[in-house]
C-alpha cells in the first residue's frame, strides 16, 4: 500500500510556474513508476506526465511538452512536476499516482492522491 500526499496548487497568472510534490508514505517508493494527472471541471482526468522508478525515463502528454518537468528524489520519496509557462487550459485539480512495474504509461494506476488545485489566470 502507497499513501500519497500532492502540495503546491494555487493561483498563478498566465506565463507563471508552480511546482506541485507529492510525498508518498508506506511501501518502498523507489518500487513505484509514478505519474501525474489532472482533471479540470466537466472533462474526464488526463495523463500529463509520468516517471520510471529510477527517474531515467519519462513521458509527457502533447499538451505539455516543452512546459512541464516531472521528476523524482526516491531518497525522499518524492515525485515532482515544474510547471513553466502556464496557460489558462493548465487550470485543474492535479493528482498523483503510482503504480508497480517497470514501464512509464498513461494507465494502470493503482494509488492515488487526494489532488491539489491549479489555477491559472489570464
Do not use: H
Request: hydrophobic share 30%; proline share 2%; aromatic share 12%.
Amino acid at each position: 500500500q502507497v499513501q500519497l500526499v500532492e502540495s503546491g496548487g494555487g493561483l498563478v497568472q498566465a506565463g507563471g510556474s508552480l511546482r506541485l510534490s507529492c510525498v508518498a508514505s508506506g511501501r518502498t517508493f523507489s518500487s513505484y513508476v509514478s505519474g501525474w494527472f489532472r482533471q479540470a471541471p466537466g472533462k474526464e482526468r488526463e495523463f500529463v506526465a509520468g516517471i520510471s522508478r529510477g527517474g531515467g525515463s519519462t513521458s509527457y502528454a502533447d499538451s505539455v511538452k516543452g512546459r512541464f518537468t516531472i521528476s523524482r528524489d526516491n531518497a525522499k520519496n518524492t515525485v515532482y512536476l515544474q510547471m513553466n509557462s502556464l496557460k489558462p487550459e493548465d487550470t485543474a485539480v492535479y493528482y498523483c499516482a503510482a503504480r508497480p512495474g517497470l514501464v512509464v504509461t498513461s494507465f494502470g494506476y493503482d494509488y492515488w492522491g487526494q489532488g491539489t488545485q491549479v489555477t491559472v489566470s489570464s
